[in-house]
């Protein structure tokens, strides 16, 4: 059998090594980094019940049409102002749908701003960030 240079546990030498830098003489402190790994993530779960439970809205057409949607996508609500459509014209029928959409869309940008805000500092440091998380360079925006 050969002898092991770096001692008996080679990750105590790299602890050894690397003490100053990452956790003070006797190398790293596990313990500390767990802790701290397990309060980022009940920090993350918080905020994402947060965003569960708010209600964000969009509006179209000087707010004919008004929609509701949760922090996490789902729609809530549909308001229409009286008056605005006819709903025996295919047209205004076919638009009052586009501005639904175009309602719903802006909420879910609105929640996911708000998404992005929350999340991104307990995101720091993950590398590529949440899944799902909108913003520059992460992609989903809420997974949709």
């Known amino acids: 059998m050969t002898q092991n240079p770096f001692g008996e546990n080679p990750l105590d030498a790299?602890?050894?090594?690397?003490g100053g830098?990452?956790?003070g003489p006797g190398g790293l402190d596990m313990g500390a980094l767990l802790e701290q790994a397990t309060q980022m993530q009940q920090q993350l779960v918080e905020a994402q019940e947060r965003l569960a439970e708010t209600?964000?809205?969009g509006t179209v057409a000087g707010g004919a049409v008004t929609v509701g949607v949760s922090g996490v996508g789902e729609l809530k609500s549909v308001q229409i102002k009286a008056g605005g459509f006819d709903g025996?014209?295919?047209?205004?029928?076919?638009d009052l749908g586009d501005m639904i959409v175009a309602a719903y869309r802006d909420a879910k940008?609105?929640?996911d701003a708000?998404?992005?805000d929350l999340l991104g500092p307990?995101?720091?440091g993950m590398g590529g960030g949440l899944p799902g998380?909108?913003?520059p360079g992460l992609p989903g925006g809420l997974g949709f």
Request: aromatic fraction near 4%.
């Open 14 to 18: 790299l602890g050894e090594a690397l």
């Open 21 to 23: 830098a990452l956790g």
């Open 55 to 57: 209600e964000f809205s």
């Open 88 to 94: 025996t014209d295919a047209d205004d029928l076919a």
């Open 109 to 111: 940008a609105n929640a």
């Open 114 to 116: 708000e998404a992005a």
């Open 122 to 124: 307990l995101a720091g």
């Open 133 to 135: 998380q909108g913003g």
